[in-house]
């Protein structure tokens, strides 16, 4: 069954810290991985998609990497604010199918 | 232009009450998806909708659930007889096709609370 498992459930920072998301999945065949950002009461917003030959993509303060052979990926956010604060859902699709497996998010909260 | 957007953004029921809700994808979008979002869960995958071809309808739970889009644009997703566990934020997305890399934009999602 495609999973997507992400960690830590919730995290905590300071303001102006680093942190890092991880995020692990078994869906096979892979197509691509994609990071969401999604804000209370809001719809998920797309920070990042990484096809299989990516490592490592950037958007402003948030870096993605992605490992296929491990099928792993994290989400790094560099100076955290408070507008980070939110939850952070990895997202994978499989090769030939639209559908996408998601997974239950990591809720940060940045504090001053 | 403007996003994909939802209504109600909230909307309490009583068990057994049927409910409707709207869905307007973004001007153009070809590729429409709903989804359920239940307390504590990642987001579940309903039904999806591409062009003038027949929906892939695989993920409704029952057939209590239904959804049409009309003219290729709006999309309407139908709860008949609602149950207590119906209860969770229901999301629809559009993307501009089903391609490999196609983003898919969200609304803000209706909260369906059923008593």
Redesign the interface.
Known sequence: KNQ?EQSPQSLIILEGKNCTLQCNYTVSPF??LRWYKQDT??????LT?M?FSENTKSNGRYTATLDADTKQSSLHITASQLSDSASY?CVV?GAGS????????TKLSVIP | GAGVSQSPSNKVTEKGKDVELRCDPISGHTALYWYRQSLGQGLEFLIYFQGNSAPDKSGLPSDRFSAERTGGSVSTLTIQRTQQEDSAVYLCASSLGAGRTDTQYFGPGTRLTVL
């Open positions: 997507v197509s691509n009461g809001r719809g998920p917003v797309s998609i096809t859902i699709k639209y559908q996408l497996t998601f997974g239950k998010g």
